[in-house]
């Protein structure tokens, strides 16, 4: 994977403006209810970067990066998760997916949403239309992995996601997801929060937390402000008496490399390699849809993988 490099270009400079985004992970409630809030600012705006991406786009794909980041928490060892929306409306759907060392990817299928109109709010139930949300967990200790789905209900990805928990798992669940722009269109601050009950938690409690997730502070204005995510934590949930687990990482991550794309175009059918081998173009581009880095192959390489299928 490459990234364009916002943050300067030395080792240090790119440490410093990685440091502020983690995640961190709380119990409450004597342990019936989770929590976990995430700073996502620099993992927004390296993705808005790498995939060149106006506002709309960033705040859409935005919001699904931090969702998966949010969903790190649950995860532990090679665990990994991926959110597929599938939709009829101008953005056609997305993928994101992370993994247990807080590692996000994923694209949006349109990257250039046509708009008749300014964007008079940030209802964006129009740009989903209908469709159908679906998570798919990869878990190390799983024989293959679990898909759930359900359909698209409210065109909002924290919404969404919430009654996806609700409805496929059974588990009372809120996200909030936001992205703070400023007058520019700057991404100034990203970030999420989601709350998720534990067997035993009381069912009013649950209802007032949902209420208090949905008409929360706005975390990208936080974020964009600098301030101490344990802070808010401590002041907004104060009568249940959060308590810090742990904090960790996460980043705007792809695994992918030369190697791994070079693999997959020898895997093409032999005839088309073959045909690509002889004709070209070249130098053959191919991107990675997961992060939008661009690897290139001249006609000696492509004749390399061409022979090591044919001998």
Same mark, same amino acid.
């Given at each position: 994977?490459e990234?364009?490099?916002?943050?300067?270009?030395?080792?240090?400079?790119?440490l410093?403006a990685?440091?502020?985004?983690?995640?961190y992970?709380?119990?409450?409630?004597?342990?019936?209810?989770?929590?976990?809030?995430?700073?996502?600012?620099r993992?927004?705006?390296e993705?808005?970067?790498?995939?060149?991406l106006g506002?709309?786009?960033?705040?859409?794909?935005?919001q699904?990066?931090?969702?998966?980041?949010?969903?790190?928490?649950?995860?532990?060892?090679?665990?990994r998760?991926?959110?597929?929306?599938?939709?009829?409306?101008?953005?056609?759907?997305?993928?994101v997916?992370?993994?247990?060392?807080?590692?996000?990817?994923?694209?949006?299928k349109?990257?250039a949403?046509?708009?008749?109109?300014?964007?008079e709010?940030?209802?964006?139930?129009?740009?989903?239309?209908?469709?159908?949300?679906?998570v798919?967990?990869?878990?190390?200790?799983?024989?293959?992995?679990?898909?759930?789905?359900?359909?698209?209900?409210?065109?909002?990805?924290?919404?969404d996601?919430? =009654?996806?928990?609700?409805?496929? %798992?059974?588990?009372?669940?809120?996200? $909030?997801? &936001?992205?703070?722009? +400023? *007058?520019?269109?700057?991404?100034k601050?990203?970030?999420g929060?989601?709350?998720?009950?534990?067997?035993?938690?009381?069912?009013?409690?649950?209802?007032?937390?949902e209420?208090?997730?949905?008409?929360?502070?706005?975390?990208?204005k936080f974020?964009?402000?600098?301030?101490?995510?344990?802070?808010l934590?401590?002041?907004?949930?104060?009568?249940?008496?959060?308590?810090?687990?742990?904090d960790?990482?996460?980043?705007?991550?792809?695994?992918?490399?030369?190697?791994?794309?070079?693999?997959?175009?020898?895997?093409?059918?032999?005839?088309?390699?073959?045909?690509?081998?002889? =004709?070209?173009?070249?130098?053959? %581009?191919i991107?990675?849809?997961?992060? $939008?880095? &661009?690897?290139?192959? +001249? *006609?000696?390489q492509?004749?390399?993988?061409?022979?090591?299928?044919?001998?």
């Amino acid at each position: 994977m490459e990234k364009k490099k916002l943050f300067g270009n030395d080792l240090k400079q790119q440490l410093l403006a990685s440091k502020n985004d983690r995640l961190y992970n709380y119990i409450m409630d004597d342990g019936h209810i989770r929590c976990a809030i995430v700073n996502c600012t620099r993992m927004v705006n390296e993705m808005r970067s790498n995939f060149d991406l106006g506002i709309l786009e960033t705040l859409i794909a935005g919001q699904a990066y931090i969702a998966a980041s949010l969903l790190t928490a649950n995860l532990k060892g090679n665990d990994r998760v991926a959110v597929k929306i599938e939709c009829s409306g101008p953005l056609k759907g997305l993928t994101v997916e992370s993994n247990s060392f807080g590692e996000v990817r994923g694209f949006l299928k349109n990257q250039a949403i046509e708009l008749d109109k300014p964007l008079e709010s940030f209802n964006l139930s129009k740009f989903f239309g209908a469709g159908f949300i679906s998570v798919t967990k990869y878990l190390e200790d799983a024989k293959q992995p679990y898909t759930g789905q359900i359909m698209l209900e409210y065109g909002d990805i924290a919404n969404d996601i919430a =009654n996806y928990f609700h409805k496929s %798992e059974q588990t009372p669940t809120a996200f $909030n997801l &936001s992205v703070s722009f +400023d *007058k520019d269109g700057n991404v100034k601050g990203a970030g999420g929060l989601f709350i998720q009950a534990m067997p035993g938690a009381d069912e009013q409690s649950i209802i007032k937390l949902e209420d208090k997730i949905n008409n929360f502070p706005s975390i990208g204005k936080f974020y964009e402000e600098n301030q101490d995510p344990d802070i808010l934590i401590s002041k907004e949930f104060k009568s249940l008496k959060p308590k810090q687990l742990g904090d960790y990482r996460v980043e705007f991550f792809c695994r992918c490399d030369d190697k791994k794309i070079g693999g997959m175009v020898e895997m093409l059918p032999i005839d088309e390699l073959k045909d690509i081998a002889e =004709n070209g173009p070249f130098p053959l %581009e191919i991107k990675c849809h997961n992060c $939008n880095t &661009s690897y290139t192959y +001249d *006609k000696e390489q492509i004749e390399d993988l061409y022979n090591k299928r044919t001998n």
